[in-house]
């Protein structure tokens, strides 16, 4: 079997998921997770944001994966993991941020590069 997602919004949907859930042959072994559905970064989110990497990226001397992880790291959103059972906080990665995350992130990079750099986008 192929992995499936199935975004639960009503009974129908519910009821395939359930359904394959009943066909899995459990000689193997699956990963099950339930959470709450939140919508991603959009697509026009995503595209300006890496517009604004480039300029700074350009105006630092720097690639843009540097500055994007910069910006991850001084404005996004954290994840927590235990490491030799502490806990840390990491940058999330920035695929997995919600559209309500990403416009945060967009909005205090760009003040940062205006005050910073002088940077308009």
């Not at 000689?27 to 959009?42: D, F, G, H, L, Q």
């Not at 997995?96 to 986008?121: C, D, H, P, Q, T």
Request: hydrophobic share 40%; with cysteine; proline share 3%.
């Amino acid at each position: 079997m192929s992995e499936r997602t199935y975004i639960l919004r009503d009974g129908g949907v519910r009821d395939r998921c359930l359904r394959a859930l009943g066909d899995l042959d459990l000689s193997k072994c699956y990963e099950v997770v339930i959470r709450p559905w939140k919508a991603k970064r959009t697509d026009e989110q995503n595209a300006f944001w890496h517009v604004l990497i480039g300029k700074v990226a350009s105006a630092t001397g720097n690639d843009a994966e540097t500055i994007k992880d910069f910006f991850k790291n001084e404005f996004g959103p954290k994840r927590v993991v235990m490491i030799h059972g502490e806990a840390r906080a990491v940058p999330k990665p920035s695929s997995a941020y919600s559209v309500e995350e990403m416009s945060e992130v967009i909005e205090r990079s760009i003040e940062w590069a205006l005050v910073e750099f002088g940077i308009k986008v």
